[in-house]
Every structure is written in structure tokens, then in C-alpha cells.
């Protein structure tokens, strides 16, 4: 156990090698290094919430064909294989599995506070300009258009729905970006979140401006 997290960076690098670059090591780290800051303005367990933050995205269902369930089999193995105690297991386990934003309909009310913290880091890198950045390169790789004014965001999408969805990026904004800093679950995240949401609501008033050139 003495080395758990460096082995657990070293691990989670070597598995998402190649990956979607929204979705790679440096995702993890930024979303890493968030859980640490705002697990200081928290009571928590920091070593939960940091294991959690570094396996979150190890096995990301969006590439391993919906199937959700090989990100908790992976880490619990890896977990094992450091001998970590079952019920450190258990809490990280948790994490991974309701951390998703298209889970948000099934997971209880009153989850614990590694989970929020975690999930606050993981969303509030995919607001702001690195959230802006993540989004147009995960559009690009789906070879979603960018934008299609005739195409209108869908709001309230089902799990099923938001998943299949390949609507354009600038609807992604309307359909998940900017509904995240409401969903801050701590003071920390919140402060955070707002500073990026102000920053992409002049990112998209700057990009209508271009797109309607007159
Ligand atoms: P989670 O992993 O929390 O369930 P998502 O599956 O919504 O979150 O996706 C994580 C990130 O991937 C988003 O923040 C965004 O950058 C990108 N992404 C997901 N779906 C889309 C989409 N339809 N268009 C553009 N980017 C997307
Ligand atoms: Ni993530």
C-alpha cells in the first residue's frame, strides 16, 4: 500500500494510452488535481477521492460499447492486486460508478461527500476553456458538425437518448455545459464553475457574432 497512489497513476496511464484526447491521462490529472483542492475545503477521506479521481475514466463506457460495468471490474482487480481493504474498495467503486452526468437520474439524493467532490472536479473540466476544447475534439472525433442552426438542442434528454445523441457541439452546450454549474455539489465548485460558465456564455456570443457574418 505504500506507494498506492503513484501505482495507481502509473497504472491509469498506461491504460488510457491512445485515448480520445478529451478523455486521456491529462483529463485525469486536471480532474485529479481539482479533488485535491477542493478536498481541503472538505471533510472527507482524501485518499478515497483521489483513487477515485485517477480510475474515474479508466473504462469509460462512450468507448468500450456502453458496456458499464468494465471501468468497476478493472479497478476493483487493480484495487486488489494493492491490497487495499475492502471497504476503501467499496467507496471508490461507488464513485466510479454514479460520478456520470448521464447517471444523474438514478443516483440518490444524499451520495457521500468523496463523491461530490470528485464529480465537482470531473465537471468542472468539461466547463470553461478546457471544456470548450474537450467538446470540439470529442465532436471532431464523432465527426459531429460543429453547428447547424436549424437543429435545435434537446433538452431533458432521456439516458438512453442523451447517449445515442450525435446533435452538434454547440448543442452539447445547451445539453450538458450549461446546465453543470448548477449542479455543483460543493461551496469550492461552485466558485470554480462560475468563473467558466461566465466564460463560455461570451465564448458562444462571440461565436454567433462570427458565424453571422453580415
Ligand atoms: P460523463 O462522462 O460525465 O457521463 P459525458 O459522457 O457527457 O460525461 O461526456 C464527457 C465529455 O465528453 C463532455 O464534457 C464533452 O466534452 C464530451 N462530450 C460528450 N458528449 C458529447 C457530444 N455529444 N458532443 C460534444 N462533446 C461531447
Ligand atoms: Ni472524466
Known amino acids: ?81 494493492q491490497n487495499v481493504p475492502e471497504n476503501v474498495i467499496v467507496q471508490v467503486i461507488y464513485i466510479i460508478k454514479n460520478i456520470s452526468f448521464k447517471n444523474r437520474g438514478e443516483v440518490p439524493e444524499n451520495i457521500p461527500i468523496e463523491l461530490k467532490i470528485v464529480q465537482d472536479a470531473d465537471r ?40 445515442k445523441s450525435n446533435g452538434t457541439t454547440i448543442n452539447h452546450f445547451y445539453e450538458k455545459l450549461l446546465l453543470l454549474k448548477d449542479l455543483m455539489n460543493t461551496e469550492e465548485g461552485k466558485q470554480i464553475a462560475g468563473e467558466r460558465h461566465d466564460f463560455m456564455l461570451n465564448f458562444l456570443d462571440q461565436f454567433y457574432k462570427e458565424w453571422n457574418v453580415d
Open 1 to 81: 500500500m505504500e506507494n498506492l497512489i503513484e501505482n495507481t497513476v502509473e497504472f491509469v496511464k498506461k491504460k488510457l494510452e491512445g485515448a480520445e484526447a478529451g478523455h486521456d491521462w491529462f483529463h485525469i490529472e486536471r480532474v485529479w488535481k481539482l479533488s485535491k483542492k477542493i478536498a481541503v475545503t472538505e471533510n472527507c477521506n482524501v485518499e478515497v477521492v483521489e483513487l477515485a479521481a485517477l480510475l474515474h475514466d479508466i473504462a469509460d463506457p462512450k468507448f468500450h460499447n456502453g458496456d458499464e460495468t468494465i471501468a468497476l471490474h478493472v479497478s476493483r482487480e487493480f484495487l486488489e492486486g
Open 124 to 163: 468542472i473540466d468539461a466547463i470553461g476553456a478546457i471544456g470548450i476544447a474537450r467538446t470540439f475534439n470529442f465532436g471532431g472525433f464523432k465527426n459531429n458538425l460543429m453547428y447547424d442552426p436549424h437543429i435545435e438542442p434537446k433538452l431533458n434528454m432521456s439516458k438512453e437518448e442523451y447517449k
